[in-house]
Protein backbone atom coordinates (compact mmCIF):
# COMPACT_ATOMS: atom_id res chain seq x y z
CA UNK A 1 0.00 0.00 0.00
CA UNK A 2 1.81 3.01 -1.63
CA UNK A 3 1.83 6.46 1.30
CA UNK A 4 0.61 8.41 -2.35
CA UNK A 5 -2.17 7.19 -4.52
CA UNK A 6 -2.29 6.73 -8.08
CA UNK A 7 -4.90 5.21 -10.56
CA UNK A 8 -3.54 1.90 -11.56
CA UNK A 9 -4.01 3.00 -15.34
CA UNK A 10 -5.04 5.03 -17.82
CA UNK A 11 -5.57 5.15 -21.45
CA UNK A 12 -5.48 7.17 -24.41
CA UNK A 13 -4.81 7.36 -28.32
CA UNK A 14 -2.42 8.95 -30.05
CA UNK A 15 -3.01 12.35 -30.51
CA UNK A 16 -5.09 12.68 -27.04
CA UNK A 17 -4.28 14.38 -23.54
CA UNK A 18 -4.16 12.43 -20.39
CA UNK A 19 -3.84 13.37 -17.12
CA UNK A 20 -2.65 10.87 -14.22
CA UNK A 21 -3.26 11.98 -10.81
CA UNK A 22 -1.38 11.54 -7.31
CA UNK A 23 -2.72 11.90 -3.80
CA UNK A 24 -1.02 12.55 -0.49
CA UNK A 25 -1.66 14.00 2.18
CA UNK A 26 -0.55 17.40 4.42
CA UNK A 27 3.13 15.98 5.66
CA UNK A 28 4.53 14.71 1.63
CA UNK A 29 2.50 16.57 -0.89
CA UNK A 30 0.51 19.15 1.01
CA UNK A 31 4.07 20.40 2.22
CA UNK A 32 6.96 19.73 0.30
CA UNK A 33 7.10 19.27 -4.24
CA UNK A 34 6.67 16.56 -6.00
CA UNK A 35 8.97 14.95 -8.70
CA UNK A 36 7.38 12.74 -11.78
CA UNK A 37 9.27 9.45 -12.96
CA UNK A 38 8.55 7.72 -16.22
CA UNK A 39 9.55 4.25 -16.18
CA UNK A 40 9.51 2.22 -19.96
CA UNK A 41 9.38 -1.12 -19.72
CA UNK A 42 12.79 -2.73 -18.24
CA UNK A 43 14.58 0.34 -18.08
CA UNK A 44 15.41 2.77 -15.01
CA UNK A 45 12.98 5.07 -14.23
CA UNK A 46 13.76 8.60 -15.59
CA UNK A 47 12.72 12.21 -13.96
CA UNK A 48 10.34 14.16 -15.75
CA UNK A 49 8.89 16.48 -13.39
CA UNK A 50 10.31 18.17 -10.36
CA UNK A 51 9.53 20.69 -8.02
CA UNK A 52 5.76 20.12 -8.75
CA UNK A 53 6.57 21.67 -12.51
CA UNK A 54 9.70 22.02 -13.58
CA UNK A 55 11.15 19.71 -16.65
CA UNK A 56 14.75 18.85 -16.60
CA UNK A 57 16.50 19.87 -20.35
CA UNK A 58 15.71 17.44 -22.64
CA UNK A 59 11.78 16.72 -21.32
CA UNK A 60 9.46 17.35 -23.90
CA UNK A 61 7.15 20.03 -23.04
CA UNK A 62 4.44 17.91 -23.42
CA UNK A 63 4.78 16.76 -20.04
CA UNK A 64 3.69 19.07 -17.54
CA UNK A 65 2.98 19.05 -14.08
CA UNK A 66 0.43 20.82 -11.33
CA UNK A 67 -0.30 20.77 -7.33
CA UNK A 68 -3.23 21.93 -5.54
CA UNK A 69 -3.03 21.16 -1.79
CA UNK A 70 -2.47 17.31 -1.31
CA UNK A 71 -2.77 16.38 -4.92
CA UNK A 72 -0.57 16.62 -7.82
CA UNK A 73 -0.95 15.58 -11.47
CA UNK A 74 0.94 14.97 -14.38
CA UNK A 75 -0.44 15.77 -18.03
CA UNK A 76 0.59 14.21 -21.61
CA UNK A 77 -0.21 16.12 -23.88
CA UNK A 78 -0.25 14.91 -27.82
CA UNK A 79 0.10 11.57 -26.58
CA UNK A 80 2.72 9.25 -28.58
CA UNK A 81 3.16 5.53 -28.46
CA UNK A 82 6.78 6.43 -27.02
CA UNK A 83 4.66 7.19 -24.37
CA UNK A 84 3.25 4.10 -22.74
CA UNK A 85 4.94 3.51 -19.72
CA UNK A 86 5.10 3.67 -16.34
CA UNK A 87 4.80 6.89 -14.56
CA UNK A 88 5.63 7.76 -10.64
CA UNK A 89 4.88 10.43 -8.00
CA UNK A 90 7.12 11.09 -5.29
CA UNK A 91 7.33 13.25 -2.53
CA UNK A 92 9.06 13.68 0.74
CA UNK A 93 7.28 13.00 3.94
CA UNK A 94 7.90 15.30 6.60
CA UNK A 95 5.81 12.52 9.14
CA UNK A 96 7.74 9.31 8.22
CA UNK A 97 10.91 11.22 7.53
CA UNK A 98 11.13 9.61 4.44
CA UNK A 99 10.73 9.79 -0.06
CA UNK A 100 7.34 8.16 -0.69
CA UNK A 101 6.29 6.71 -4.29
CA UNK A 102 3.07 6.20 -5.49
CA UNK A 103 1.92 3.36 -6.53
CA UNK A 104 2.42 3.95 -10.45
CA UNK A 105 0.33 4.30 -13.32
CA UNK A 106 0.19 2.33 -17.03
CA UNK A 107 -0.46 4.53 -19.54
CA UNK A 108 -1.35 2.63 -22.40
CA UNK A 109 -1.27 4.23 -26.16
CA UNK A 110 -4.54 2.67 -27.88
CA UNK B 1 27.16 14.13 -18.93
CA UNK B 2 25.89 12.45 -14.99
CA UNK B 3 26.29 9.04 -15.57
CA UNK B 4 25.95 5.78 -12.79
CA UNK B 5 27.04 2.97 -13.33
CA UNK B 6 25.76 -0.01 -10.94
CA UNK B 7 27.65 -3.43 -10.18
CA UNK B 8 26.14 -6.66 -11.76
CA UNK B 9 23.15 -8.79 -10.58
CA UNK B 10 23.38 -11.13 -7.70
CA UNK B 11 22.53 -13.95 -6.38
CA UNK B 12 22.21 -14.77 -2.45
CA UNK B 13 21.15 -16.90 0.04
CA UNK B 14 18.71 -16.34 2.76
CA UNK B 15 20.55 -14.57 5.96
CA UNK B 16 23.22 -13.63 4.04
CA UNK B 17 24.49 -9.97 2.90
CA UNK B 18 24.91 -8.22 -0.47
CA UNK B 19 27.27 -4.71 -1.35
CA UNK B 20 25.89 -3.27 -4.66
CA UNK B 21 28.06 -0.42 -5.48
CA UNK B 22 27.61 2.82 -7.90
CA UNK B 23 30.06 5.00 -9.66
CA UNK B 24 29.46 8.20 -10.46
CA UNK B 25 31.06 9.85 -13.50
CA UNK B 26 30.14 13.68 -14.81
CA UNK B 27 30.25 15.34 -11.90
CA UNK B 28 31.96 16.43 -8.63
CA UNK B 29 30.75 13.02 -6.59
CA UNK B 30 31.80 14.89 -3.28
CA UNK B 31 29.22 18.13 -4.42
CA UNK B 32 26.17 15.40 -4.44
CA UNK B 33 24.07 12.99 -3.01
CA UNK B 34 23.53 9.37 -3.87
CA UNK B 35 20.20 7.72 -3.00
CA UNK B 36 19.27 4.16 -3.00
CA UNK B 37 15.65 2.85 -4.56
CA UNK B 38 14.50 -0.50 -4.73
CA UNK B 39 11.67 -2.25 -6.69
CA UNK B 40 9.87 -5.76 -5.94
CA UNK B 41 8.86 -7.81 -9.01
CA UNK B 42 6.03 -5.95 -10.65
CA UNK B 43 5.73 -3.31 -7.46
CA UNK B 44 6.56 0.66 -7.29
CA UNK B 45 9.22 2.00 -5.90
CA UNK B 46 10.60 2.04 -2.58
CA UNK B 47 13.27 5.00 -1.11
CA UNK B 48 15.65 2.49 1.26
CA UNK B 49 18.42 5.54 2.19
CA UNK B 50 20.92 8.61 0.97
CA UNK B 51 24.47 9.71 1.82
CA UNK B 52 25.57 12.93 1.57
CA UNK B 53 28.66 12.46 -0.81
CA UNK B 54 31.14 15.25 0.60
CA UNK B 55 30.76 14.38 4.26
CA UNK B 56 29.46 10.96 4.53
CA UNK B 57 26.27 11.58 6.38
CA UNK B 58 23.57 9.18 5.68
CA UNK B 59 19.76 8.76 6.06
CA UNK B 60 18.18 5.83 6.13
CA UNK B 61 14.29 4.81 5.59
CA UNK B 62 12.93 3.59 9.18
CA UNK B 63 12.04 0.13 7.00
CA UNK B 64 15.31 -0.74 6.19
CA UNK B 65 17.27 0.98 9.80
CA UNK B 66 19.68 -1.57 11.28
CA UNK B 67 19.52 -3.93 8.07
CA UNK B 68 20.82 -1.48 5.35
CA UNK B 69 24.55 0.49 5.10
CA UNK B 70 25.30 2.96 2.98
CA UNK B 71 28.60 4.18 2.39
CA UNK B 72 31.34 6.37 -0.10
CA UNK B 73 34.09 6.24 -1.39
CA UNK B 74 34.83 9.45 -2.89
CA UNK B 75 38.39 8.71 -4.31
CA UNK B 76 36.26 6.24 -6.34
CA UNK B 77 33.47 8.26 -7.07
CA UNK B 78 32.01 5.51 -5.95
CA UNK B 79 28.41 4.68 -3.26
CA UNK B 80 28.07 1.40 -1.71
CA UNK B 81 24.85 0.09 -0.67
CA UNK B 82 24.81 -3.39 1.59
CA UNK B 83 21.50 -4.99 2.88
CA UNK B 84 21.92 -7.40 5.15
CA UNK B 85 20.09 -10.36 6.85
CA UNK B 86 18.64 -10.94 3.35
CA UNK B 87 14.60 -12.62 3.21
CA UNK B 88 13.44 -14.01 -0.07
CA UNK B 89 10.71 -10.12 -0.42
CA UNK B 90 13.90 -8.59 -0.32
CA UNK B 91 14.60 -9.33 -3.84
CA UNK B 92 13.83 -7.23 -6.49
CA UNK B 93 15.87 -4.61 -8.75
CA UNK B 94 18.06 -2.23 -6.73
CA UNK B 95 19.09 1.58 -8.15
CA UNK B 96 20.94 4.26 -7.49
CA UNK B 97 20.07 7.78 -8.32
CA UNK B 98 21.63 10.97 -7.99
CA UNK B 99 20.82 14.55 -6.86
CA UNK B 100 21.94 16.72 -8.99
CA UNK B 101 20.17 19.38 -9.78
CA UNK B 102 17.21 17.54 -8.11
CA UNK B 103 16.24 14.71 -6.32
CA UNK B 104 16.80 11.81 -7.87
CA UNK B 105 17.50 12.94 -11.48
CA UNK B 106 19.75 10.70 -12.91
CA UNK B 107 19.69 6.74 -11.94
CA UNK B 108 21.95 4.07 -12.34
CA UNK B 109 21.21 0.93 -14.37
CA UNK B 110 19.50 -1.25 -11.59
CA UNK B 111 20.99 -4.05 -10.15
CA UNK B 112 19.33 -7.64 -10.13
CA UNK B 113 19.28 -9.27 -6.83
CA UNK B 114 17.94 -13.01 -6.22
CA UNK B 115 17.65 -14.41 -2.59
CA UNK B 116 16.99 -18.28 -2.75
CA UNK B 117 18.04 -21.15 -0.96
Known amino acids: QSVLTQPPSTSGTPGQGVSISCSGG????????VNWYQQLPGAAPKLLIY???QRPSGVPARFSGSKSGTSASLAISGLLSEDESDYYC???????????FGGGTKVTVL | QVHLVQSGAEVKKPGASVKVSCKAS????????IYWVRQAPGQSLEWMGW????????KYSQKFQGRVTITRDTSASTAYMELSSLKSDDAGIYYC??????????WGQGTLLAVSS
Open chain 1, 51 to 53: NDN
Open chain 2, 26 to 33: GYTFSHYT
Open chain 1, 26 to 33: RFNIGGNT
Open chain 1, 90 to 100: AAWDDSLDAWV
Open chain 2, 51 to 58: INGGDGNT
Open chain 2, 97 to 106: ASRYKAAMDY
